[in-house]
């Protein structure tokens, strides 16, 4: 079993930054790639970004060039650096790891971008 914890979500205003920090733990090894995908009210759950060992990082293209994904390895963490936000970018986001054949999910933080 793989657990994440995320943090870093909240209220920002259009144009203003945050960084989405997400922590794994448990069974860690072999994890092949690790993300972010997020929800918003009323729609389906979306890839955000994901980075896989070795490879570059995809992003969904509505955040190319606005958002960063990266991850630490040596502290099991991902991070998602979100800046020049929009309004549509308010959702729930969720840190996602595959790890083999399993999915695993964090309970989700609250992004809201709004004046």
């Known amino acids: 079993q793989v657990q994440l914890v995320e943090s870093g979500g909240g209220l920002v205003q259009p144009g203003g930054s945050l960084r989405l920090s997400c922590a794994a733990s448990g069974t860690i090894s072999s994890i092949n790639s690790m993300g972010w995908y997020r929800q918003a009210q009323g729609k389906e759950r979306e890839l955000v970004a994901t980075?896989?060992?070795?490879?570059?990082?995809k992003y969904q293209d509505s955040v190319k060039g606005r958002f960063t994904v990266f991850r630490d390895y040596a502290k099991n963490r991902v991070y998602l650096q979100m800046n020049n936000l929009k309004p549509d970018d308010t959702a729930v986001y969720y840190c996602?790891?595959?790890?083999?054949?399993?999915?695993?999910w964090g309970q989700g933080t609250q992004v809201t971008v709004s004046s």
């Open positions: 996602y790891v595959k790890r083999l054949l399993n999915d695993y």
């Open positions: 980075v896989s060992g070795g490879g570059s990082p």
